[in-house]
């Protein structure tokens, strides 16, 4: 299920209770001039979004979700929300300019086996962290994220 719009997202919304079984979610932008909600620690302001903000954290209904995508979403700062699903299996992130988080927050993704990352200026953290999941992470692809420490010889 792909959210490209607000309608599209008014149905996600929807879908919480007459799919809660839903197993792929991509998020991207929406209307012009709308956003998601700020997450902890927002940036100040860096688009001019107006009108009413989104909330995001109405994916953590779908818990059995195994794909998520994150595409220029306009989404700012820290949303534990997205790092908590045991099943996910494929997580993409790529664009998300504002969105901040850790390698370390991958830990709340126990049965993952792909991460892609491109072009998040604020994701951080050390390569080391991935670690926690070397039962299941079969690929991992980190583009353009100048804020990631380590080499992945190291694991």
């Avoid at 599209?8 to 012009?32: G, K, W």
């Avoid at 818990?63 to 996910?88: D, M, Q, S, T, W």
């Avoid at 126990?110 to 200026?121: A, F, I, S, V």
Wanted: aromatic share 10%.
């Amino acid at each position: 299920f792909c959210v490209r719009s607000v309608r599209v997202f008014n149905a996600l919304v929807a879908m919480t209770t007459s799919l809660p079984h839903l197993q792929q979610i991509e998020i991207s932008h929406l209307d012009r001039k709308h956003k998601y909600s700020d997450g902890e620690d927002p940036e100040e302001d860096p688009a001019a979004y107006y009108g009413t903000p989104h909330d995001i954290e109405v994916l953590i209904r779908f818990r059995k979700l195994r794909i998520l995508e994150v595409h220029h979403a306009p989404l700012n700062g820290r949303y534990p929300c997205l790092f908590n699903f045991p099943l996910l299996e494929q997580l993409k992130i790529n664009y998300s300019h504002y969105l901040k988080w850790n390698l370390e927050m991958l830990a709340g993704l126990p049965m993952l086996k792909e991460l892609y990352c491109h072009d998040n200026q604020f994701l951080t953290g050390n390569i080391n962290s991935l670690r926690v999941l070397k039962d299941t992470l079969e690929k991992v692809t980190i583009n353009d994220c100048l804020n990631v420490q380590g080499n992945f010889m190291d694991l």
